[in-house]
């Protein structure tokens, strides 16, 4: 281990997608900063997960977009299906089109990009147990070393990107961080990697990502089939927390045997992970201490996709660290700008498809397949409350989905009224306080919305 120097300008704690991109940033701006990760160096990157990224990403940080050996395929857009598999939606947006990685060249190429950009310190197979404080003010870490010892490292601002389980945000003394993430607002997943062999170039519509919702064979999640390329596939199956110790049955029963007919395969790595699927933490920073990626809730509701905005939170949280230490003040009142950029962005989108997870996970399949085939709500309409926050639709938009719905009023009235509580989530966002004072008043608000929507006795009851 080279020598320790115990004492930086930021430490960023995990280098997966968030922590690298946060790392170099920070770098990029001319900070020092101790990048730390509990895998050993080889390791980092390696991940069970879906694999799936857009290219919106590579745009937004002007930076490369997978290529050589991290790239497996392209992926020209996403097809959601419906349980009974006769309506498909097509998405080509730049959320849904782009790659699908394999994944631990790709968390490689970022791990190395951000040591390059001027890494100070690069602490592998090192263990952030705790947090630091002076006055009440985050100013580092209590770490256990490669070498077994532990130690304290110094900072004036920790960068946490240590994923869902993050020890630091479970132990933080802080009013305004949730320290736990209700089960009703993770999903367990399980995945395969399945090759079918050179020779057997089996894999099916392999430009896209195929998505499929089905409340009897994933309840409350959906079924993934991601091509690598022609002959290797990424399977899996997202489900409610309640599953736990089933979900590989589950996977057996009803993703793999449905989706591979032969017995000429390999499995080229299997496991599970949870992910959250729900809005940002309320407040994604206190004194001297920033999350971001899936330590912060940073991830789609819709669909788990939490790469991307791992990364867009590594880039605030550099941003939001610089203008900090150029003031020299590590408040919350001086990070408060990160949670405005968070929340008034992908905070806007995630909390507009909480409200819409939590509706389709309310619903049954009998229900999925009507509201998908009779176009009550379509794939545009999420697309367009996800890049714009809100969504208008003509009259004659109106009175066509009445006509369409009109065997089924309970699910036309539910979709509607969840039309319009996702527009207002999605503007109150938007309209997120620029400084703390008013947080309170707008976390009430955020509730009261909720709250039309998370209805008592329903499978996800917190708010
Ligand atoms: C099965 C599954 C499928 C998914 N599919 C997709 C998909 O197709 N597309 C997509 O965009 N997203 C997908 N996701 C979500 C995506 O994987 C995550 O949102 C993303 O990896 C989050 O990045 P992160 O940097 O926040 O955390 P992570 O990638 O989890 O990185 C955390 C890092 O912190 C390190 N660490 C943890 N604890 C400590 C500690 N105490 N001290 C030091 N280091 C620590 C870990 O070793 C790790 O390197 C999927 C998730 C799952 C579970």
Redesign the pocket.
Same mark, same amino acid.
């Given at each position: 281990m080279e020598s320790l120097l115990k004492s930086y300008d930021v430490i960023v704690?995990? =280098?997966?997608?968030?922590?690298?991109t946060a790392a170099r940033f920070a770098s990029q701006y001319g900070l020092d900063v101790c990048l730390?990760?509990?895998?050993k160096r080889d390791q980092?990157?390696d991940?069970?997960?879906?694999?799936?990224?857009g290219t919106e990403i590579f745009e937004f940080l002007n930076i490369n977009p997978p290529k050589g050996e991290e790239l497996a395929c392209h992926i020209k857009g996403a097809k959601l299906y419906s349980p009974n598999l006769k309506k498909c939606i097509i998405m080509l947006d730049p959320k849904q089109a782009g790659y699908v990685v394999n994944r631990l060249e790709f968390?490689q190429r970022l791990l190395n990009e951000a040591i390059d950009a001027g890494v100070k310190q690069f602490l592998d197979n090192?263990? =952030?147990?705790d947090l630091l404080y002076k006055n009440g003010t985050v100013n580092g870490i209590k770490?256990k070393l490669s070498n077994g010892e532990k130690a304290d490292l110094h900072s004036k601002i920790i960068i946490d990107?240590?994923?869902?389980?993050?020890?630091?945000r479970r132990n933080i003394k802080s009013s305004i961080i949730e320290k736990e993430i209700s089960k009703k607002d993770s999903i367990l997943?399980?995945?395969e990697i399945v090759d079918f062999g050179l020779e057997n170039p089996r894999v099916n519509d392999p430009d896209y990502i195929s998505i499929i919702l089905d409340q009897e064979k994933a309840p409350g999640g959906y079924i993934?089939y991601?091509p690598k390329n022609e002959h290797s596939v990424?399977i899996?199956l997202?489900v409610f927390m309640d599953f736990k110790g089933k979900v590989k049955e589950l996977y057996r029963k009803n993703v793999f045997e449905n989706y591979v007919k032969t017995s000429e395969y390999k499995i080229i790595s299997s496991g599970?992970?949870? =992910?959250p699927v729900r809005r940002p933490i309320w407040s994604c920073a206190d004194n001297g201490i920033m999350f971001?990626?899936?330590?912060a809730c940073?991830?789609?509701p819709l669909?788990?996709?939490?790469?991307?905005?791992?990364m867009r939170?590594?880039y605030f949280s550099a941003l939001s660290a610089k203008d900090a230490i150029e003031s020299e003040d590590y408040s919350i009142n001086a990070l408060w700008n990160y949670n405005y950029n968070i929340m008034t962005s992908i905070g806007a989108e995630f909390a507009a498809l909480d409200l819409l997870r939590i509706t389709l996970q309310n619903l049954s399949n009998e229900d999925l397949n009507f509201g998908l085939e009779k176009d009550l709500f379509t794939g545009n309409e999420i697309l367009e409350i996800a890049s714009k926050g809100t969504v208008k639709l003509s009259l004659v938009d109106l009175v066509s989905k009445a006509i369409k719905g009109i065997s089924q009023p309970k699910l036309l009235l539910d979709l509607n009224y969840l039309r319009i509580n996702m527009n207002n989530i999605s503007s109150h966002y938007k309209k997120f306080p620029k400084t703390m004072e008013k947080f309170e008043e707008w976390k009430e608000k955020t509730q009261q919305i909720y709250g039309k929507i998370r209805k008592p006795n329903h499978h996800n009851s917190s708010t």
């Open positions: 704690v995990g =280098a997966g997608t968030g922590g690298s730390i990760d509990s895998k980092i990157g991940k069970i997960c879906g694999d799936g990224i968390g090192t263990m =952030a147990l770490v990107a240590s994923g869902f389980y993050s020890p630091l997943c399980y995945r993934w991601f990424n899996g997202g599970g992970g949870v =992910a971001i990626g899936d330590a940073q991830v789609s669909h788990g996709g939490g790469i991307d905005p791992s939170g590594g």
